[in-house]
């Protein structure tokens, strides 16, 4: 949001309602509008700060639960046990099923075959990234 001086010396109001797009010029709407889609904006950027931090949340909440399962796993093999373990995780983040242990059930990844689990986890990290930038830069 912000303002540009033109050649001649008007002066443009211009807001950026979706970062991808860029800004809009709206000086031609009345300040009753431009003060409406100004505040709009930024509730918009707000919402999406939002969402960004509850996809980082859910990450993580992933990844410290797998890593849990994987220190579980590491120990109970060491000590010479048999172990499978097996956790379904939902979030914002997606939809993740883990199967870890030293089983032939864990041997052979039985889990669900139509989730494409690491698709959903590697996709969310892109999508995050990319939300981080846009709200950084």
């Known amino acids: 949001m912000g303002n540009d001086i033109e050649p001649n010396g008007e002066q443009k109001e211009l807001v950026s309602v979706d970062p991808a797009s860029g800004e809009v010029d709206i000086s031609a709407l009345s300040p009753e509008t431009q003060e409406e889609l100004r505040r709009y904006a930024a509730m918009k950027k707000i919402d999406l ?21 994987a220190e579980v796993t590491r120990r109970m093999s060491e000590s010479g046990d048999s172990v499978s373990l097996r956790q379904t995780i939902e979030n914002k983040a997606g939809k993740t099923e883990v199967l870890m242990g030293n089983t032939d059930e864990a041997r052979r990844g039985g889990v669900d075959k139509d989730t494409s689990t690491w698709l959903y986890i590697g996709g969310g990290i892109v999508v995050l990234l990319i939300l981080t930038s846009v709200i950084g830069g």
């Open 49 to 69: 700060q939002a969402a960004v931090q509850q996809n980082q949340l859910d990450l993580q909440t992933t990844s410290i639960a797998v890593g849990n399962m």
